[in-house]
């Protein structure tokens, strides 16, 4: 049985609204809801999970105890099947004090059924957008909605968390240049309104010029050498960002990535002084 949820924004797709936004197209849905009575009783035959982080795969644990098979890139089904790890990995490999995690790490494991880069399903297009985690996927439908999990955060989404989360800004500038190459009527991030293509290319101008001006203002800060916890505190401070735990955590992985990226393209050094790493712009 095919069940009609939520809106209507394709010939054939439809998705509900929420704090993450879901995807129903024929017998699938697209990262889930965070309310099981938003399906009505419905059980999709699968569920497509664009990413390991627990927002998004919040009730797919329930849907496969009622029979929905669940997809996920192969790299993201272990974060799905083991959400520990993320957890692990923010506090490097240790396990951080429980005030420490933020909640979009924080979910209910769920056994992972298929690859979806070995899956093939007619009308579906999976089109990988890392660099938000290491391999996610948007889900491109054949009636060109494609939903794009946290791939883009639109200018909304950046007034209200300024540095929004990402393992690679390499890889996010290149998943949001495949985004703008990618033809399609509708895009449906994973949070916030669907937005038309030429709305998207905006979007999408906008997020680079952010992760660049972010690259900005800590070649600014490293003009002389700080510390890995100064920088971090630097750029927190100036963007003003939510003094908590779990809002910190992130950042020093938003931050480090940076880092990582900025001495990938030569222009930052690093130095170990007194078991304190130090960062410095090269000028
Ligand atoms: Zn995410």
């Not at 890392?130 to 996610?136: F, L, T």
């Amino acid at each position: 049985m095919v069940k009609k949820l939520g809106k209507r924004i394709g010939e054939e797709t439809n998705y509900i609204p929420g704090a993450v936004n879901t995807g129903v197209f024929r017998d699938c849905i697209i990262d889930t809801s965070w309310d099981i009575t938003a399906y009505e009783g419905w059980v999709p035959e699968f569920v497509l999970i664009t990413h390991g982080h627990a927002d998004h795969f919040r009730l797919a644990y329930l849907l496969r105890q009622r029979g929905a098979r669940i997809g996920a890139p192969r790299e993201e089904a272990l974060l799905i099947e083991r959400p520990e790890i993320n957890i692990r990995a923010m506090f490097s490999w240790a396990w951080p004090p429980e005030e420490m995690v933020t909640s979009f790490f924080k979910g209910t494991a769920c056994r992972v059924d298929f690859w979806v880069e070995n899956w093939h399903y007619p009308g579906i297009t999976p089109i990988p957008l890392p660099g938000h985690s290491v391999a996610q996927v948007g889900y491109l439908t054949e009636d060109g909605v494609l939903f794009s999990g946290d791939a883009l955060y639109t200018r909304e989404l950046w007034k209200e968390f300024p540095l929004p989360y990402s393992i690679d800004p390499g890889l996010v500038r290149d998943s949001l240049k495949r985004l703008k190459l990618t033809e399609f009527q509708w895009l449906v991030p994973g949070h916030g309104k669907p937005l038309t293509k030429e709305q998207s290319v905006e979007e999408i101008e906008s997020h680079l010029a952010h992760l660049d001006r972010l690259d900005e203002m800590i070649l600014y800060y490293l003009q002389k050498p700080r510390s890995t916890e100064e920088i971090i505190s630097d750029i927190y401070t100036a963007l003003q960002l939510k003094n908590s735990l779990a809002q910190y955590w992130l950042a020093v992985t938003v931050i480090k990535a940076h880092l990582s990226y900025l001495h990938r393209k030569e222009q930052v050094r690093f130095f170990l002084d007194k078991y304190r790493v130090y960062w410095e712009a090269i000028a």
